[in-house]
């Protein structure tokens, strides 16, 4: 199948147009024709034209920006639909599909029938195309690219080496070349000598050959599908209690978990779609904790989603669609310790609710880094999406409280014996230290460009336990934290 | 701080700490592993205290985990109190409000007073008087006590001539 005009044609589906019409597209700094209807060929247009010029021999052109990539879409759209005559389609570069027909033809009624069909349902589409069958992939691209008619079924050898050797799918240089050889249909070529011509051209134009008379094999690759995690419910009458509602997405949830079970996957974010009598949509998004595809367990987390969507005058359409989707193996109940530890799924599930009102990333927790420097001696991490790993080592005693150093008054290496801090009087019952901790030089830290600090665990007669710290590079005494 | 640290060293189960975004001080997981281990604590950052308080009666409810921490500013009304007693209640599980002084909330099962006091003359010293100034079903008391590192436990210290509460404390 070749589309010729696939991009103006998508365009003039959704706008149709009675006039000359092109698309453009900028390319060297110059808008060029991307893609041309019939009649605005007629007037002696053609691909690849600059704009202006195309303006200048055609003033009632119209015309639109042309967007690449959603005609790939358009095509990736009618590959899927192609599917419906046989599994094996791929796509033949652009604007163009392959499909091996090959025991499939006889459901349709036999090949011509089943050309026919094609050719029927894509005009009527407003598609132009031109259909070739061959016996190999190089002979049904020939025929369709030069068989002369739109749908070209009859396909024998002697057909194929009457077609000039451009349809072997060379570029133009090598066709030029050939020409000027002598050699203009691919009999010619079939029938010269393979060794000059290898010779001359390289084996690229004797491989094409090949591959259009058979004797090399080619193959169609079918793309791969992704499975498609996405459920809709659509109901004949409107519904607005929340009762309702979940019912209706508890069977989405049911739908969805199924497939999701039968491709060992599980989901983290799911978006449910609520469409409402007066089109409007509203959407609850619900990010989840972990992994998971367990429908009684996600079900009972869209209650508050849900209770806050607005019915208006009643819900016709619900869509429920995983848009984030995570590998998840299935899981050996019982026998092996959980690996998600205490609390297990029933924490995973506060976790989630808890992260519908504050934000998923807002519950977090704390791991060990390797770092001498208090307040790098930790990370922290959203919960969601880390383990509780690695080993906290404690050297020496630090305060479980610590703030930004405070400067408080002080001179000398040993901690004042009375000082002010937050407004408050403290005497020094007993100090103990001093611990230096050095500055980490390869990390630019503001709060340590006064070089290392002596650190002194205080004891005031008050009775508060106050980490301070002296800057003996740049004197002057700070508390950071305090001890429980 | 200490008084809270210490509860959450009691039993194995996963502990929330609950508190508002804008204070400038940080939990210091390295300190609290002197208490427990923080791969228990979980931490929970909220804007506003209605959010905390949400936070708290979701996660008191569940059950799933041991000990609900909550840091508040502002006092509970009688309303909120009584909602996190009860959420409490259904999911038979502790919440513990570290609330400024003289805001206690009437729902409260109980409530205590702690303080770090002088120590004796020991340098690791974590001396604190823990007093019980409201129990809803029992009396009150005063203890001081003392948190033992290497054995992760507390100790009930009565200071060398006086019974525990007698006297106050020398300032």
């Given amino acids: 199948m070749w589309f010729p005009r696939l991009a103006s044609d998508r365009v003039l589906r959704l706008r149709p147009i009675e006039a000359p019409f092109a698309l453009t597209l900028r390319r060297n700094n110059t808008e060029r024709i991307h893609c041309l209807n019939a009649r605005a060929e007629e007037m002696g247009l053609h691909r690849g034209m600059p704009f202006a010029d195309a303006r200048a021999f055609c003033p009632d052109l119209h015309s639109a920006p042309a967007h690449p990539a959603r005609d790939a879409r358009f095509l990736a759209m009618l590959r899927r639909w192609a599917t419906r005559y046989c599994p094996w389609v791929g796509f033949e570069a652009e604007d163009g599909l392959v499909l091996d027909i090959t025991g499939s033809a006889h459901l349709f009624g036999g090949e011509t029938a089943m050309l026919g069909d094609m050719h029927a349902r894509l005009t009527r589409a407003g598609l132009t195309v031109r259909l070739g069958l061959g016996a190999t992939r190089g002979a049904a691209w020939a025929f369709a690219h030069f068989g002369g008619t739109a749908v070209h079924a009859g396909a024998d050898r002697d057909a194929l080496g009457?077609?000039?050797v451009a349809a072997l799918r060379l570029e133009a240089e090598t066709v030029t070349a050939l020409e000027r050889l002598g050699l203009r249909t691919i009999a010619d070529l079939a029938a010269a000598p393979r060794a000059p011509v290898t010779r001359r051209f390289g084996p690229g134009v004797l491989m094409r050959l090949d591959q259009a008379l058979g004797a090399l094999p080619e193959q169609i690759t079918p793309e791969t599908?992704?499975?498609?995690?996405?459920?809709?419910?659509?109901?004949?009458?409107p519904i607005g209690l929340v009762g309702d509602v979940m019912a209706g997405a508890g069977r989405l949830v049911e739908r969805l978990c199924a497939r999701l079970k039968e491709n060992a996957a599980g989901a983290r974010v799911l978006c449910l779609t609520l469409r409402r009598v007066d089109q409007a949509s509203q959407q609850v998004e619900l990010r989840l904790a972990s992994a998971m595809r367990d429908p009684a367990r996600i079900l009972p987390l869209f209650e508050r989603g849900v209770g806050a969507a607005d019915a208006g005058f009643g819900i016709d359409?619900?869509?429920?669609?995983?848009?984030?989707?995570?590998p998840l193996a299935p899981e050996q109940l019982g026998a092996v310790p959980s690996r998600k530890g205490a609390?297990?799924?029933?924490?995973?599930?506060?976790?989630?609710?808890?992260?519908?009102?504050?934000?998923?990333?807002n519950v977090r927790r704390f791991l060990p880094a390797d770092s001498h420097i208090p307040e790098r001696g930790f990370l922290v991490a959203p919960a969601a999406w880390s383990r509780p790993e690695g080993a906290w080592t404690l050297l020496r005693p630090r305060p479980p409280i610590l703030f930004r150093p405070e400067p408080i008054a002080g001179t000398g290496p040993r901690p004042p014996g009375q000082f002010r801090w937050r407004r408050m009087s403290f005497e020094t019952a007993m100090a103990t230290g001093p611990e230096r901790i050095a500055p980490e030089w390869w990390l630019d830290d503001e709060g340590w460009r006064t070089g290392v600090r002596d650190y002194w665990h205080v004891q005031t007669r008050q009775g508060r336990r106050l980490w301070l710290f002296h800057t003996p590079q740049a004197p002057g005494w700070f508390v950071q934290g305090e001890f429980a | 701080m200490g008084f809270a640290a210490a509860i959450c060293a009691q039993g194995a189960g996963?502990?929330?700490?609950?508190?508002?975004?804008?204070?400038?001080?940080?939990?210091?997981?390295?300190?609290?592993?002197?208490?427990?281990?923080?791969h228990r604590l979980l931490w929970a950052s909220v804007t506003t205290q209605t959010d905390a308080l949400a936070v708290a009666e979701e996660a008191l409810k569940d059950g799933a985990i041991l000990l609900v921490v909550i840091e508040l500013t502002n006092a509970l009304d009688l309303r909120e109190g009584r909602r996190l007693q009860l959420a409490a209640k259904a999911g038979q599980t502790t919440g513990l409000c570290l609330i400024p002084e003289g805001m206690g909330s009437n729902a409260a099962e109980t409530r205590w007073y702690c303080a770090p006091l002088a120590g004796d003359g020991r340098m690791d010293s974590t001396l604190m008087r823990w007093a019980l100034i409201k129990n809803k079903s029992g009396t009150l008391g005063?203890?001081?006590?003392?948190w033992d590192h290497a054995a992760r436990r507390l100790d009930v210290v009565s200071p060398a001539g006086e019974r525990p509460g007698s006297a106050p404390a020398p300032d």
């Avoid at chain 1, 359409?317 to 984030?324: D, F, G, N, S």
């Fill in chain 1, 343 to 361: 609390g297990g799924d029933r924490l995973e599930d506060l976790i989630t609710r808890i992260g519908t009102r504050i934000g998923l990333e």
């Fill in chain 2, 14 to 38: 996963q502990i929330l700490w609950i508190r508002e975004a804008w204070r400038s001080e940080t939990l210091n997981p390295t300190g609290l592993g002197l208490f427990f281990d923080p």
């Fill in chain 1, 317 to 326: 359409q619900m869509r429920l669609e995983a848009t984030v989707i995570e």
């Fill in chain 1, 225 to 237: 599908e992704p499975p498609h995690y996405g459920v809709r419910l659509t109901l004949p009458e």
């Fill in chain 2, 142 to 146: 005063t203890w001081d006590v003392r």
């Fill in chain 1, 162 to 164: 009457r077609l000039p």
